[in-house]
């Protein structure tokens, strides 16, 4: 649908529900043959089984680096939410488009492929490319293997817009987040003769103990970052489970926590500190009495954060075309950290939409957004084409 306008291409991205936990590849290969229309060729790198695909495309010359546009295809799902309407399906009332992922993050790329159509015919002094991931809402999964993909070409981008939605402001950090999952495997005895056992329960929690210990000290001694309404790092147990009887000295504890930590944190030093607190400190008093018993921590998940200097050249590119002169950082995660660390490619985040939106029923985004996206690009094409 060459010359389809931004709420034409956002409402067909709409309809393809591509919740994390289906397939993407009905949007890909929609996508796909809209830029083939166009004469534009895009690659494809699957997940393991293939049944999801990130999306990567270069528009203008291949020799150069250019400004490289990421946007997510994946949303979350409506289970259980109170929709007044068919979230796949938009409806328009007043200015608002209401549906699933008009604001995280559809219609920066329907915006991004309405634009694509008026650069034809234009020469590029630097080219844009187009990277569209699979699995962001699940952690950020799918973009490591395209972000591997732009690492291994020749030539890598010059930067990454992140088109998350931030109204359209400019924003220059996000927290990295680990999450573990924790372990306990202690040795079952009639609770009457508790000393006989390793109670998994009671280990368990003197390590969350623990946790919250290293939570209260970073509170009172920072770092701090201003920016962020929560100025510091911070750590957080959100499940446990364990036990079976109260006459039972339970065998097995397990339990899921994560930190969030700002850009003046060393991640892998608040690891190591409960690694080695629970490797040295508690292992050893469960092995004494039970050989068998252990405590084990698992990394599940290590979502880089975001910090770009403010004075950056990149974030300098991305006020002009905003037009805006502020900036800000902001509670949510993103796939601009991974850009940063993974590919050294310098990000900004900036796409239409309210993050207050995202992931709720009745989702929407404001014409007014979208419009201010337009103009976006709009100022893109004229800093990059040389006509
Ligand atoms: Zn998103």
């Not at 699940?138 to 030539?155: A, E, K, M, Q, Y």
């Not at 680990?178 to 040795?187: K, L, M």
Request: hydrophobic content about 40%; proline content about 5%; aromatic content about 8%.
């Amino acid at each position: 649908m060459p010359g389809a306008t931004s709420l034409e291409l956002i409402e067909k991205l709409v309809a393809f529900d591509t919740t994390s936990r289906n397939t993407n590849l009905d949007l890909i290969s929609f996508v796909q043959g809209y830029l083939a229309h166009l004469g534009i060729t895009s690659s494809r790198i699957h997940n393991e089984t293939g049944s999801k695909a990130n999306l990567y495309a270069t528009i203008g010359p291949e020799n150069v680096s250019g400004v490289l546009l990421s946007g997510h295809t994946d949303v979350v799902p409506v289970d259980g939410q109170d929709w007044h309407t068919d979230p796949f399906q938009i409806v328009k009332k007043e200015n608002k488009i209401f549906g699933r992922g008009t604001s995280d993050m559809k219609s920066f790329i329907g915006i991004t492929l309405a634009t694509i159509p008026k650069f034809i015919g234009k020469t590029l002094k630097v080219p844009l490319h187009l990277a569209f991931s699979y699995d962001e809402e699940v952690g950020c999964l799918g973009v490591r293997s395209l972000i591997d993909f732009v690492n291994d070409l020749p030539v890598k981008p010059i930067m990454a817009i992140i088109g998350e939605p931030t109204s359209m402001e400019v924003v220059t950090g996000h927290k990295g987040k680990r999450s573990y999952v924790g372990q306990v495997e202690g040795y079952e005895a009639h609770s009457s003769l508790a000393p006989l056992g390793v109670n998994a329960v009671e280990y368990a929690a003197e390590f969350i103990a623990f946790l919250k210990t290293m939570a209260r000290n970073i509170e009172k001694d920072g770092p701090f970052d201003p920016l962020y309404d929560v100025q510091h790092s911070t750590l957080h147990v959100g499940t446990i489970r364990g036990g079976t009887a109260l006459n039972i000295v339970p065998k097995v504890c397990t339990f899921d926590f994560e930190f969030r930590y700002i850009g003046d944190e060393d991640p892998d030093q608040i690891e190591t500190q409960f690694m080695a607190y629970a490797s040295e400190k508690i292992e050893p008093k469960m092995k004494a009495v039970s050989e068998s018993s252990k405590f084990n921590i698992k990394r599940v998940n290590d979502v880089p954060g975001l910090d770009i200097s403010p004075d950056h050249e990149a974030v300098s590119f991305v006020k002009r075309l905003a037009k805006r002169n502020d900036y800000k950082k902001v509670a949510f995660g993103t796939e601009a950290g991974l850009y940063q660390h993974r590919g050294e490619i310098p990000a900004v985040i900036c796409g239409p939409g309210s993050i207050e939106q995202a992931h709720k029923p009745n989702e929407f985004i404001t014409l007014d957004q979208i419009h201010l996206a337009e103009n976006f690009f709009l100022r893109l094409m004229d800093n990059i084409c040389e006509n």
